[in-house]
């Protein structure tokens, strides 16, 4: 924040804790801490570091909007507010919930090809299995239910990456407009086109130029630069290998997501190349 209030000038000015303008509400393993942490390089936008889990979360939501408010980090009045809690997409719950809070909230949602996200996905809880010396269930058993050999349904990290159902129920509540979808995928390879499409969703004047993101070979990643002085990458735990998946599981699961894909394109107008 000190660097923000530096480079915006701002000497005066009452700090206050704002309630979010924009929520990125999903989609996990979608690249949503690279979006938070880049859009926080715009000298306008100011985010929430911890996931909040405030509308997901019983106990949490139990606790008022003003406990909400509170978790969000000091900003002048002209900037905005963005906390990311990827579980918001999957909780049935939450859209209404963020609709009482502030029905005009802009929500923005990073995808990536859903297969990959899965792996992802997985990657994510098998490490945290091995961290704790327990063994686990292969990618392959989980996915497909080995009496009927189908895509298996129950799979959370299948699930998830259904998109258009997740996203019809949160239309229950708000109007398409008020979605904006990231390519995932592209953030990771090119992340300033999906940024500037990303400040034009939210009304905010270019703010993050091409010298605030920089390739770094050995992480294989763009990492962040705030000033001359100020640079970082995220945590190691993002962009872990992923295991290697068999051919007939990944081809039986893009022909499952196939149509959910055809409706999300549909619904969202944001066409993507996905198998
Ligand atoms: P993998 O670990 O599968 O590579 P989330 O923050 O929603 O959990 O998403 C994690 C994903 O963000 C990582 O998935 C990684 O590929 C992606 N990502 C996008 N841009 C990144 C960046 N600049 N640095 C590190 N990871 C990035």
Known sequence: LL???????????????????AVIIGVRKGGTR????????????????QEVHFFDND????????????????????????????????TEKVPERIFRMNLSVKLLV??????????????????????KNKTYH?????????????????YKAVRTSVYAKHL??????????????????????????????VERFLNLAHGISRDNLYFNSTRGFYCLRFSRRFSKCLA???????PDVDPAVLDKLRHFYRPFNQKFYQITGRKF???
């Not at 606790?63 to 009045?77: E, H």
């Open 110 to 131: 990073i995808v990536r090809e859903p297969t990959t996200r899965a792996i992802s996905d997985y990657t994510q809880v098998l490490e945290g299995k091995e961290r």
């Open 59 to 90: 106990h949490n939501y139990g606790r008022g909007v003003a406990w909400y408010r509170r978790r969000m980090p000091f900003s002048l009045p002209g900037q905005i507010t963005i906390e990311k809690s990827p579980a918001y997409f999957v």
């Open 3 to 21: 660097h923000k209030l530096r480079r915006s000038n701002a000497t005066t000015g009452r700090l206050i804790q704002q309630l979010p303008h």
């Open 138 to 154: 292969s990618f392959e058993t989980l996915a497909v239910d080995s009496s009927t050999r189908e895509v298996n349904t129950k």
């Open 34 to 49: 690279a979006l938070l942490e880049m859009l926080n390089l715009h000298p306008a936008v100011v985010k929430a570091s």
């Open 236 to 242: 190691g735990s993002k962009g872990r290998p992923h």
């Open 273 to 275: 190349d996905w198998p």
């Open 168 to 197: 019809e129920h949160w239309l229950e509540f708000f109007p398409v407009q008020q979605f904006h979808v990231v390519d995932g995928d592209r953030l990771i390879t090119d992340p300033l086109p999906e940024l500037r499409l």
